[in-house]
């Protein structure tokens, strides 16, 4: 079992609908939590950090981290069809051993129709 | 302020030979960490470098292998190649203050034959 779970997709959503996007990880040391969003042919772009759990808001994005439940979620609203991308979770814990490393999960395909 | 750089953008090399890739950080950036990204296994974490220093280590072969410059650029070579290497190679790097955010770079994909 991989520590971080990502649904695959693909994920096609008309433009305008709201996206929701999920993970679940096993790692209970994982204090950090990222979401990033790749493009095709191009590096992981950072979307959102979120330390602990709680939620951040930024602009249409929306992180919710739930440690209780292990559970990670991102919100797109008024979702765009340059939104289409993979997305990628990600956790750290905050121990020694894990210096620069993030466990991501496979990514979602995400698709914006017009 | 320029972000993560990597050279070569792509590589094509056939088994057996080895490989250099560069990753230069974003300026003030002490950690550099790289990844190997494939369809299959996603991304999997290489190793992270600060202060010149291997600091962690993922679970690859010691074929794959790095390290970091005082201006902290960094390197990692792979040697004695085989097809299953064919990925995309992404640095990251952070400030290492807290979390340590990671910004990546565009990636050096590599192609074995």
């Known amino acids: 079992q991989k520590e971080v779970e990502q649904d695959p997709g693909p994920l096609s959503v008309p433009e305008g609908a709201i996206v929701s996007l999920n993970c679940t990880y096993s790692?209970?040391?994982?204090?950090?939590f990222m979401w990033y969003r790749q493009y095709s042919r191009k590096g992981p772009e950072l979307l959102m950090y979120?330390?602990?759990?709680g939620n951040k808001e930024d602009g249409r994005f929306t992180a919710q981290v739930d440690k209780s439940s292990k559970y990670i979620s991102l919100f797109i609203r008024d979702s765009q069809p340059s939104d289409s991308a993979t997305y990628l979770c990600?956790?750290?814990?905050?121990?020694?051993?894990?210096?620069?490393?993030?466990?991501f999960g496979q990514g979602t395909i995400l698709t914006v129709h017009p | 302020k320029a972000g993560v750089t990597q050279t070569p953008r792509y590589l094509i090399k056939t088994r057996g030979q080895q490989v250099t890739l560069s990753c230069s950080p974003i300026s003030g950036h002490r950690s550099v960490s790289w990844y190997q990204q494939t369809p299959g296994q996603g991304l999997q974490f290489l190793f992270e470098y600060f202060s010149e220093t291997q600091r962690n280590k993922g679970n690859f072969p010691g074929r794959f292998s790095g390290r970091q410059f005082s201006n902290s650029r960094s390197e990692m070579n792979v040697s004695t190649l085989e097809l299953g290497d064919s990925a995309l190679y992404l640095c990251a790097s952070s400030t290492d203050r807290g979390g340590g955010t990671q910004y990546f770079g565009p990636g050096t994909r590599l192609l074995v034959l």
């Open positions: 979120t330390y602990s759990s």
């Open positions: 990600a956790g750290r814990d905050a121990g020694g051993t894990s210096y620069g490393k993030l466990t």
């Open positions: 790692n209970s040391a994982f204090q950090y």
